[in-house]
């Protein structure tokens, strides 16, 4: 895996394979004795009753090695054999081959019925002699299997995202117009260290191309406030003095440095040059936007070790 996220996800969908393994190889097995006799709808929702880690399953059906869906859809409530025959071969989970033995999982998708992020797990019904007759697949909304209470860590790594190829195509015919914000960037760097020193502000984002400046508040993180240059440079009567927060990862001294290299990218090339950053001191995360529409999201210490690094 890259990165902690990837392996967050695949540590939860593992997770969620052993939480259904057994009662999905039990619906592998039911299916397999019922294979297209008229019990087959009947006898798969028994099994979906008697098994409670399928309680929530939305929808249960069975299709053949070709996606030919041979049983009705079945819910603990209802079956419906208005699918029965429906080819779902180009569904994204067929599409892109499952297992021929065993259980797997769907990538996540959004249901056409409810708009709600589902998974689909999906058994293979095999004979004695291994061959592959099918698959019985059980639908659920994620919101209704088991997750964990806490989500992935933040990642403290560089990650670069190349941005809109059209933009990327045409730099060179391009060159940096100085704005208001580069005519007051001293001023308004120094307003926004005493922001995030002194009064609350935990993120700012410096946006130098459109001259607006965009903050979030230690004390009321869900909202974010926006100011254009002139309101920027009144902003330490707006928001009154605050300590600086115990949790922040980064100095003073690191913050100081992060905004002259800023400058520094901001001015260091007339095509290639930077665009938008920011700087969060819980996190200790930096973010570069370039002329070229590329991203750099990276820890401050990386950053700090060789900033004209991460140009474009």
């Not at 021929?100 to 769907?106: K, R, V, Y």
């Not at 095509?271 to 529409?293: E, H, K, P, Q």
Request: proline share 4%.
């Amino acid at each position: 895996m890259s990165n902690s996220f990837d392996q967050y996800i695949e540590a939860q969908r593992q997770r969620l394979q052993v939480y259904l393994s057994v009662a999905m190889e039990s619906l592998g097995t039911t299916t397999l004795q019922s294979w297209q006799s008229d019990t087959l709808s009947h006898s798969l929702q028994q099994s979906l009753m008697d098994e409670s880690n399928l309680a929530q399953c939305q929808c249960l059906y069975v299709v053949d090695a070709e996606g030919q869906q041979i049983s009705a859809n079945i819910s603990a409530q209802s079956i419906d054999s208005s699918a029965t025959g429906q080819n779902l071969a180009k569904r994204p989970y067929l599409r892109h081959t499952p297992s021929t033995s065993g259980l797997s999982l769907s990538s996540v998708y959004i249901s056409r019925l409810d708009g709600q992020s589902c998974i689909s797990a999906i058994q293979s019904v095999n004979q004695s002699d291994g061959l592959l007759l099918g698959y019985v697949i059980a639908d659920f909304s994620l919101l209704s299997l088991p997750a964990n209470a806490s989500g992935p860590e933040d990642r403290q790594m560089w990650l670069q995202a190349k941005g809109d190829p059209s933009i990327r195509g045409t730099l060179f015919q391009q060159t940096r117009t100085q704005s208001p914000l580069d005519d007051h960037i001293d001023d308004v760097i120094d307003i926004v260290i005493e922001l995030l020193l002194k009064r609350g502000v935990f993120h700012a984002k410096l946006h130098f191309s459109s001259s607006r400046v965009t903050i979030w508040l230690y004390k009321d993180p869900y909202r974010y406030r926006v100011h254009l240059i002139d309101e920027i440079k009144q902003a330490c009567l707006a928001y009154p003095p605050c300590q600086y927060p115990e949790e922040a990862t980064i100095s003073e001294a690191q913050i100081r440095e992060v905004f002259g290299h800023f400058k520094t990218l901001r001015f260091i090339d007339e095509t290639l040059y930077l665009r938008s950053a920011s700087l969060n001191i819980i996190n200790g995360m930096v973010a570069l936007n370039f002329s070229c529409d590329g991203t750099h999201y990276l820890p401050t210490e990386k950053f700090l070790a060789n900033p004209e690094m991460y140009m474009g």
